[in-house]
């Protein structure tokens, strides 16, 4: 082996071994691994107690007469319940019954059994048909604490807690708050207090392990907090909704992450300090935010392939629980609310990357130019129709002087074009000495090739940013504009009996507006800029595949593409008409042409590596 290969072979050992060290978990690292582990072990030993449980209950049961079964039905429940459940034994029977606490935004359904909240309203919404929009219901949400306690696994869903409060309606400043107590034989509870604002989204959420330290598992000091969702159909696209809805995270210090919005199925395991959870849908959300932080979880959703729902969306939260005197007390709130950006803005922990303004430059174009015009507009003028329409004109203004020298670019190409296609004939064969003289051509006219392209550039991130906003905004929620009753849904004027592939079952107006006006803008850039076939081709491609793309998507995003087409449109007839001529612009060039003309060192060069290539070219 010879000297390079060796230490070639010194330097890759070196690198595994760094990269090994940097890798190393640390001890805080294999802290919480161990606390992962133990919880994982909690969980399959409650799994093996129930089932143990059961079967004693199958294995046990009385055989004996109807009469002595009567005599003793209230000691064999209680035994059973007692074998079950331990010292929360006296809580496992009850009525189960909601109380409702509400403020001017939100009405919370709170049920004795589980301590759980049952339903949420969100009062100043509605339902794409007009209904209350349920952020949750009887029948879609579950939540519910497991944990060990005289050796058995407890699970709060199955047992009834003591109110301890009434309910109440508050509004202002005010604040109210309602406790539920699931009591033990010994004296101990655990406690979950709901407290309510007045004008708030907000429900404060405590819980409190009080004097448990004699029945909590010493083996075991966790519980697990699950919390399932079915989310509800609420608005008129169940598809669309379907591909906004997911659940977002937060770890400490760190940005928010997701899971793929667009899976039918996904799950991960969180396994460090998280500061929230949200069950996030295309314009609403649940959130569950730690004072601190929770130490770990993992959140999974699936997809229903049959009913209304959207997705299931489910997240499990590893709490730590203390044995010393004075239990535990975990300090948390709710937020149930709308994706609203600057409510969510004000929590500043990350919340506002629920609204998806879409990354990078996009979303600074969508925070510090978009939105704030937007919001200002909307201080004046209700009609979200004309706010877009007047957003799109100052857009489209600002960005006017770049379409000017656009357009004069485009016009002086298209005055030298019989120049270039001499060229063009002359040295057909010879490409390098094609590109040296068309520079020198470009270069005696004033011509810059690419000045066309720099509109286009600019307008791009503008474009892709309201690509992200109008779709996620829900300002423009249920507001109508001309025959558009929804901004945020597709714009149906004639429902399909049939679903066309790649179309749907809909035809939407404002995108067959703009498809029409982007190809006549596309084939006024193609006689500007003529002898480009592949401009002639995008005029004719584009179109056809913004129609089924667009079809489905929000009307306000659509109307406003077609305005922008609209004004681009009309600024390109007033400039070729009244702005540029062209017999003006050959006389230019000529002229310029006839003034002798210093090279730039770049232009310099750029001659040279061609003089370079060619001599290359004749000595091979």
């Avoid at 519910?144 to 301890?164: C, G, P, V």
């Avoid at 249920?478 to 079952?505: C, H, K, N, V």
């Avoid at 449109?569 to 210093?598: G, H, N, S």
Wanted: aromatic share 12%.
């Amino acid at each position: 082996m010879d000297r390079n290969s060796l230490v070639g072979l010194f330097l890759i050992g070196i690198i595994i071994i760094l990269y090994s060290l940097y890798n190393q978990p640390t001890q805080e690292e294999l802290a919480q691994n161990k606390r992962r582990e133990d919880s994982l072990n909690a969980i399959s030993q409650q799994e093996q107690l129930i089932q143990t449980t059961l079967e004693k209950q199958d294995t046990t049961t009385s055989y004996a007469s109807a009469e002595s079964q009567d005599s003793t039905v209230g000691a064999s429940i209680s035994k059973e319940l007692t074998e079950r459940y331990g010292s929360f034994g006296i809580s496992a029977t009850g009525t189960e019954k909601v109380t409702y606490i509400e403020n001017e935004l939100i009405k919370v359904g709170i049920s004795n059994k589980g301590g759980v909240i049952k339903s949420l309203e969100l009062k100043q919404y509605k339902t794409h048909n007009d209904q209350p929009l349920m952020l949750m219901d009887q029948n879609s949400n579950e939540f519910n604490y497991q944990f060990f306690a005289n050796n058995r696994s407890i699970n709060t869903k199955d047992l009834f807690f003591k109110q301890e409060g009434n309910s109440f309606q508050i509004s202002g400043k005010d604040q109210n708050s309602i406790a539920f107590r699931l009591h033990t034989k010994d004296g101990g509870y655990l406690e979950q207090r709901y407290t309510l604002k007045g004008n708030s989204y907000e429900v404060g959420y405590n819980v409190d392990f009080v004097n448990l330290e004699n029945i909590l598992s010493s083996n075991n000091n966790y519980a697990t907090f699950n919390w399932n969702s079915k989310i509800i159909n609420q608005e008129k696209s169940l598809q669309n909704e379907r591909n906004t809805t997911t659940i977002y995270y937060k770890y400490k210090n760190e940005d928010p992450d997701y899971l793929s919005d667009r899976s039918e199925a996904e799950e991960d395991d969180l396994t460090t300090s998280i500061k929230w959870i949200s069950f996030k849908q295309q314009f609403f959300n649940a959130t569950l935010i730690a004072e601190e932080y929770f130490d770990e979880g993992d959140i999974k959703f699936s997809t229903p392939t049959e009913g209304s729902y959207v997705k299931d969306l489910n997240a499990s939260i590893i709490m730590p629980l203390s044995n010393t005197a004075g239990g535990t007390s975990v300090a948390m709130k709710f937020y149930f609310g709308p994706n609203d950006y600057a409510t969510l803005k004000s929590f500043d922990i990350g919340l506002d990357k629920l609204v998806p303004l879409g990354w990078g430059i996009f979303r600074w174009v969508n925070k510090f130019i978009i939105i704030p015009v937007f919001d200002f507009l909307n201080g004046f003028i209700d009609n979200y129709g004309i706010i877009i329409l007047i957003l799109t004109f100052l857009i489209k203004g600002a960005l006017f002087p770049f379409t000017y020298k656009s357009y004069t670019s485009t016009a002086k190409m298209r005055v030298i074009q019989p120049e270039i296609n001499a060229l063009k004939e002359k040295y057909g064969n010879d490409a390098q000495k094609m590109n040296a003289e068309q520079m020198k051509l470009f270069s005696s006219a004033g011509v810059n090739p690419l000045g066309g392209c720099l509109p286009m550039l600019l307008q791009m991130p503008i474009l892709i940013a309201m690509y992200s906003f109008f779709p996620s905004s829900i300002e423009l929620r249920q507001e109508s504009f001309l025959w558009a009753q929804d901004l945020s849904t597709y714009d149906s004027i004639l429902d399909l009996p049939f679903e066309i592939p790649f179309y749907g079952d809909h035809v939407s107006l404002f995108t067959l507006l703009m498809t029409i006006t982007s190809f006549a803008t596309m084939q006024m850039n193609g006689q500007a800029a003529a002898g480009n076939p592949q401009m002639k081709m995008m005029q004719y491609i584009m179109p056809v595949i913004f129609l089924p793309m667009f079809n489905s998507f929000s009307a306000g995003l659509t109307y406003y593409y077609f305005l922008s087409n609209v004004i681009t449109f009309l600024q390109q007839v007033i400039i070729r008409k009244y702005m540029v001529d062209d017999d003006k612009i050959r006389a230019q060039i000529q002229e310029r042409k006839k003034k002798p003309k210093k090279k730039s060192n770049f232009q310099k060069r750029l001659e040279d590596m061609a003089k370079a290539r060619q001599q290359q070219a004749r000595r091979k």
